[in-house]
């Protein structure tokens, strides 16, 4: 059985770093595109970034983390990553990270088929 699991959210000041990871159980990882998502209280989740399955050569960023966020894969480690600097109040949420048998990079959360739990992440200004 598939298993997300996503760690690494907390409480940081404005302009501060944090380093979300997800480790992925029950699935053959390197196959999997893995893509993280975002969701504010009161809004829709939305999407963050992407990575292609295999090398993850392939990344995709919404627009308002590009140059901020960096997402990456270790699939030795079962494991995506999503390394968050200059963070700002409005990226405050719960990520999700999400995970689909396919090559390239998915934006949008019906194309994903398992889900993680969410961890959360605190800006303060």
């Known amino acids: 059985q598939a298993q997300l699991v996503e760690s690494g959210g907390g409480l940081v000041q404005a302009g501060g770093s944090l380093r979300l990871s997800c480790a992925a159980s029950?699935?053959?990882?390197?196959?999997?595109?893995m893509g993280w998502f975002r969701q504010a209280p009161g809004k829709e989740r939305e999407f963050v970034a992407t990575?292609?399955?295999?090398?993850?050569?392939?990344?995709y960023y919404t627009d308002s983390v590009k140059g901020r966020f960096t997402i990456s894969r270790d699939n030795a480690k079962n494991t995506v990553y999503l390394q968050m600097n200059s963070l700002q109040p409005d990226d405050t949420a719960v990520y999700y990270c999400?995970?689909?048998?396919?090559?390239?990079?998915?934006?949008?959360?019906?194309?994903?088929?398992?889900w993680g739990q969410g961890t959360q992440v605190t800006v303060s200004s």
């Open positions: 999400a995970a689909k048998d396919r090559d390239y990079v998915l934006l949008h959360p019906y194309d994903y088929n398992y």
């Open positions: 990575i292609a399955s295999r090398s993850g050569s392939t990344t």
């Open positions: 029950g699935i053959t990882f390197s196959r999997y595109a």
